[in-house]
């Protein structure tokens, strides 16, 4: 799962959800620097990509952009999943995206002093760029998906991916609520995370 989706499913404390954003980032026993809540975040968020990574429903997705990406087909889907969350986000909370990620960013900017460098290098243009708010549309994951290509290991099959999204659009967006509900199970009987008050 890509930021928001990660965010999303941390629920309602500020210190989960800042450890769960942060969690790629922490390596190792590191987490244990962190308080309480934020550490819960980061074991959190190692539970949700090993969820992830396993499941059946995310495996299908995959495929379809394995051809071009291979290892790195996970990614795409993490970032396209992230679409349909933030084009559906009415379904899953009460808040609107607009606010829910303006929020998000008035958080990151209280705790940043806490983040990793790597973590505190992006939060700018992040938020400048108002990116979260920007995975609701197509146009906006065509630019996440360039600049990842730039910044990271990610290969430029920016073209290819959005092809590949909009001619296989109702398929992934029905793979997603699939997955979507089957993680959202897992949260709550796992982890006891509740989403009523989302």
Do not use: C
Not at 32 to 56: K, V, W
Not at 175 to 188: Q, R
């Amino acid at each position: 799962m890509n930021f928001l989706a990660h965010i999303y499913l941390s629920g309602d404390d500020d210190q989960i959800k800042i450890g769960n954003f942060i969690g790629d980032y922490v390596k190792g026993s590191a987490y244990g620097m962190y308080p309480d809540n934020i550490q819960r975040g980061i074991r959190l968020h190692r539970s949700i990509d090993s969820f992830t990574d396993r499941n059946r429903t995310v495996v299908k997705a995959k495929e379809l952009f394995y051809i071009q990406y291979h290892k790195y087909a996970g990614i795409v889907i993490d970032i396209i999943y992230d679409h349909f969350l933030a084009a559906n986000w009415q379904r899953f909370s009460k808040t609107p995206l607009e606010i829910y990620t303006k929020n998000f960013y008035d958080l990151m900017l209280k705790y940043e002093f806490m983040m990793p460098t790597e973590v505190q290098t992006f939060i700018p243009k992040l938020i400048e760029n108002n990116r979260l708010y920007s995975y609701r549309t197509i146009n906006g994951i065509e630019s996440v998906l360039s600049t990842m290509s730039k910044f990271t290991s990610l290969p430029d099959y920016s073209e290819f991916a959005i092809l590949t999204l909009k001619e296989n659009y109702s398929f992934l967006e029905e793979n997603f609520f699939t997955f979507f509900a089957e993680i959202i199970f897992h949260m709550n009987t796992v982890h006891n995370i509740d989403y009523s008050n989302s």
